[in-house]
T-cell receptor
Framework: GQNIDQPTEMTATEGAIVQINCTYQ??????LFWYQQHAGEAPTFLSY??LDGLEEKGRFSSFLSRSKGYSYLLLKELQMKDSASYLC??????????WGAGTKLIIKP | DAMVIQNPRYQVTQFGKPVTLSCSQT?????MYWYQQKSSQAPKLLFHYYDKDFNNEADTPDNFQSRRPNTSFCFLDIRSPGLGDAAMYLC?????????????FGPGTRLLVL
């Protein structure tokens, strides 16, 4: 079966750095997405990785290792507004997005 | 601004009473998706349209139907809502259906079944 694993919840301090991990087992791979979802709102796109390595976009970076079936989202200089759920999703061989359940990130002052 | 719009944002219905949720987009995207998301769970794809071609997920209950009368609009019909259908319903679009295509989501409709 297809599976995406990510931690259920993480806590971090304002101004710090946090890394959210995602491991996946899918039938085929056409890229990995990270989305941010605030409570009661729709997911919004953060990043896309299809090749191994690190993609940096401002305070957010995303890393992919296809051989390990592993990705992480790195958030720097955390702000209170970063409190949200972060969803990892993989595009499989049929271009269907397989979603993780999300990691709820709690930022403390 | 180009966007995905969902109406209503909150919908209350009674057990067994049909309900329709609507989605419109100004992105002129070819693909439209309907997802169901329950609290702290992953979004679950119900179906998608590629242009007029309808694609139903194998485990989507028959109680859920969809219509796409034109490129801009897509509807989700729940024929006989049960208590287990209470959830957030998310509409999303993408330009095409390939690995690199980002899906753009509307704000969602939260359905409550009494």
């Amino acid at each position: 079966g297809q599976n995406i694993d990510q931690p259920t919840e993480m806590t971090a301090t304002e101004g710090a750095i946090v890394q959210i991990n995602c491991t996946y087992q899918t039938s085929g791979f056409n890229g990995l997405f990270w989305y941010q979802q605030h409570a009661g709102e729709a997911p919004t796109f953060l990043s896309y990785n299809v090749l191994d390595g690190l993609e940096e976009k401002g305070r957010f970076s995303s890393f992919l290792s296809r051989s390990k079936g592993y990705s992480y989202l790195l958030l720097k200089e955390l702000q209170m507004k970063d409190s949200a759920s972060y969803l990892c999703a993989v595009s499989d061989s049929n271009y269907q997005l397989i979603w993780g359940a999300g990691t709820k990130l709690i930022i403390k002052p | 601004d180009a966007m995905v719009i969902q109406n209503p944002r909150y919908q209350v219905t009674q057990f067994g009473k049909p309900v329709t949720l609507s989605c419109s987009q100004t992105l002129n995207h070819n693909v439209m998706y309907w997802y169901q998301q329950k609290s702290s769970q992953a979004p679950k794809l119900l179906f998608h349209y590629y242009d007029k071609d309808f694609n139903n997920e194998a485990d989507t209950p028959d109680n859920f139907q969809s219509r796409r009368p034109n490129t801009s609009f897509c509807f989700l019909d729940i024929r006989s809502p049960g208590l287990g259908d209470a959830a957030m319903y998310l509409c999303a679009t993408s330009r095409v259906r390939t690995g690199a295509e980002t899906q753009y989501f509307g704000p969602g409709t939260r359905l409550l079944v009494l």
